[in-house]
């Protein structure tokens, strides 16, 4: 499964779940770490998505500034 083609909330969920796999007693370390790794993959991914929602809305704001300039204009 290529989780990075899934949606932010998808990718949430996914870190969730591997913060619970990797705090569970009853699995061997190196699934934990493995876990854990997986997490910080899904956590970059998270980061990535939420700096281009950023620069999209900071982009989309600007616009409508200068949309708002003109009319005034």
């Known amino acids: 499964?290529?989780?990075?083609?899934?949606?932010?909330e998808d990718q949430m969920e996914r870190l969730t779940q591997l913060g619970l796999q990797v705090a569970r007693k009853d699995i061997?370390?190196?699934?934990r770490m493995e876990a854990y790794?997986?997490?910080?993959?899904?956590?970059?991914?998270?980061?990535?998505m939420l700096s281009e929602a950023e620069r999209k809305?900071?982009?989309?704001s600007k616009?409508?500034?200068?949309m708002m300039e003109d009319q005034q204009l």
Do not use: R, W, Y
């Open 37 to 48: 790794e997986n997490g910080i993959s899904v956590a970059k991914t998270c980061l990535s």
């Open 63 to 66: 616009e409508l500034e200068t």
């Open 57 to 60: 809305a900071d982009q989309l």
């Open 1 to 8: 499964m290529d989780v990075k083609n899934d949606s932010f």
């Open 28 to 31: 061997s370390l190196k699934e």
